[in-house]
Nanobody
Framework: QLQLVESGGGLVEPGGSLRLSCAAP????????IAWFRQAPGKAREGVSC????????YYADSVKGRFTISRDSAKKMVYLQMNSLKPGDTAVYYC?????????????????????WGQGTQVTVSA
């Protein structure tokens, strides 16, 4: 059974850091691009970062570029999102998603329909 399980969310003050984890025990990360999306209350879900299945090329939304870093540990079947310099605007439920797209360079945040599997989400709240 292919499942994604996020963890690591919580309450943090502005300027603080969190590291989100995405466990993907049923996946071979060499065959699945992985992305992080987020959804704030009353807003549409938006892509945050993705990492390709091939060489691990990654992409970031402009709103998080320079502050967030995506990485993976293929042996542990884990994907991480290191979030630094957090802002109140980063408050959202963060979701991990995996794609079945065969292209090993695939890594996109444009359409969440490109991703076939989703975790249950983890809440990140940035507040003083």
């Amino acid at each position: 059974q292919l499942q994604l399980v996020e963890s690591g969310g919580g309450l943090v003050e502005p300027g603080g850091s969190l590291r989100l984890s995405c466990a993907a025990p049923g996946f071979t990360l060499a065959y699945h691009a992985i992305a992080w999306f987020r959804q704030a209350p009353g807003k549409a879900r938006e892509g945050v970062s993705c990492i390709s299945s091939g060489d691990g090329s990654n992409y970031y939304a402009d709103s998080v570029k320079g502050r967030f870093t995506i990485s993976r540990d293929s042996a542990k079947k884990m994907v991480y999102l290191q979030m630094n310099s957090l802002k109140p605007g980063d408050t959202a439920v963060y979701y991990c998603a995996a794609s079945d797209v065969v292209d090993k360079e695939f890594c996109t945040l444009t359409w969440d329909d490109d991703y076939d599997y989703w975790g249950q989400g983890t809440q990140v709240t940035v507040s003083a």
